[in-house]
């Protein structure tokens, strides 16, 4: 049920919910960008660091929760497919989007190149060697593992490490006072935005999911495409926004920040409280996770390759990236028509 069960699912009531959710997005990440860049200039915190943990945080608040409502309910499981499709949209389309909306290329520093990009290529192969890990030493078939809270705690305590590099930039950075700002309304603007995020997200993807099932979209090609492209909308937003302030470095720091965040935050929590409720164990398919981490592998790299050229992204750049994501949909749908045979098990 759609609205808090006031109506009940139909296409066009379907696509009502995906105009109004979207609308509610627009204006709590519109809320969520103006609190954060108020609160980073009354803490004193870098452009990057506002970025990658603030803006990333909160614009990626909608995945954490959708893992702990699922968790809660008892019928958490993994989506890697689902959880690699919204990295992959973030990295690729985001940027691009961001590049083009900027006025003129859309500029980058140093600190996002070396650091940002680089640590999240780091995520993304700690989160592979956390998958590989559970397939063997808590096999739950060929080519599949356990994912244990023990295992959960390596991607975590990662991201302990990166909290820590931002931390020390914080304390080596030397920002102006901000005058006037109020901070309780802030926090308040702030929690207000990521209200309004939840709520339509939840709405948003539950409206999707309708649709497909409709419509007969398989669930793997809803999963990486549609419901990742939902799910991503308020990293999309606040990203775009702040490009086009002329905010480069936030926009990009989100989006990193953002993925790494989903990555080493939201899967170990979703295994936390499957085993702290006694769900049902959380297994991850390697022979589907190893493909769909190559693809975001390749995709971080062609962004990281772009990025550093010239430390800008242009628009022909942004252009290509659009263009690899429409060659990721391609794939997508082939392999689940079973054109291509990559995937095992889709």
């Given at each position: 049920m759609v609205l808090g069960g006031l109506l009940g699912h139909s296409p066009v009531v379907d696509v009502l919910v995906l105009l109004v959710a979207t609308a509610f997005i627009w204006i709590g990440s519109g809320w969520l960008e103006s609190s954060a860049e108020a609160l980073s200039g009354h803490y004193g915190l870098p452009a990057v660091v506002q970025g990658s943990i603030v803006v990333a945080v909160g614009s990626s608040f909608p995945e954490l929760a959708s893992v702990v409502f699922t968790a809660l309910a008892g019928v958490f499981e993994m989506g890697v497919g689902s959880i690699v499709g919204s990295a992959i949209f973030n990295i690729?389309?985001?940027?691009?989007?961001?590049?083009?909306?900027?006025?003129?290329?859309?500029?980058?520093?140093?600190?996002?190149?070396?650091?940002?990009?680089?640590?999240?290529?780091?995520?993304?192969?700690?989160?592979v060697i956390t998958f590989a890990l559970a397939v063997i030493y808590a096999p739950a078939g060929d080519l599949t593992g356990t994912l244990t809270p023990s295992l959960a705690l390596i991607p975590l305590l990662l991201y302990g490490l990166y909290l820590f590099?931002?931390?020390?930039?914080?304390?080596d950075h030397e920002a102006p006072p901000v005058e006037g700002v109020n901070v309780r309304r802030q926090w308040l603007t702030l929690g207000g935005g990521l209200l309004f995020i939840l709520v339509a997200v939840e709405q948003l993807v539950s409206a999707v999911e309708?649709?497909?099932?409709?419509?007969?979209?398989?669930?793997?090609?809803a999963g990486v495409t549609v419901i990742a492209a939902a799910t991503s909308l308020p990293d999309t937003l606040v990203s775009v926004r702040t490009a086009r302030d002329d905010e480069a470095v936030t926009s990009l720091g989100n989006v990193l920040g953002s993925n790494t965040f989903d990555l080493l935050v939201a899967i170990p929590v979703g295994v936390f409280l499957v085993a702290?409720?006694?769900?049902?164990?959380?297994?991850?398919?390697?022979?589907v996770a190893v493909p769909m981490f190559a693809v975001l592998t390749l995709a971080t790299v062609l962004l990281f390759a772009l990025l550093r050229t010239d430390l800008s992204l242009s628009g022909a750049e942004s252009?290509?990236?659009?263009?690899?994501?429409?060659?990721?949909?391609?794939?997508?749908?082939?392999?689940?028509?079973g054109v291509t045979g990559v995937i095992q098990g889709v």
């Open positions: 690729l389309v985001i940027p691009a989007l961001s590049g083009i909306v900027s006025d003129g290329e859309l500029e980058t520093s140093r600190t996002v190149v070396y650091k940002e990009a680089q640590f999240y290529m780091i995520a993304v192969s700690v989160l590099i931002q931390w020390q930039d914080v304390a309708s649709l497909g099932a409709t419509f007969g979209v398989p669930e793997f090609l702290a409720t006694g769900g049902a164990a959380v297994t991850v398919d390697f022979a252009y290509s990236l659009l263009v690899t994501y429409l060659a990721f949909v391609v794939w997508v749908v082939a392999e689940s028509a």
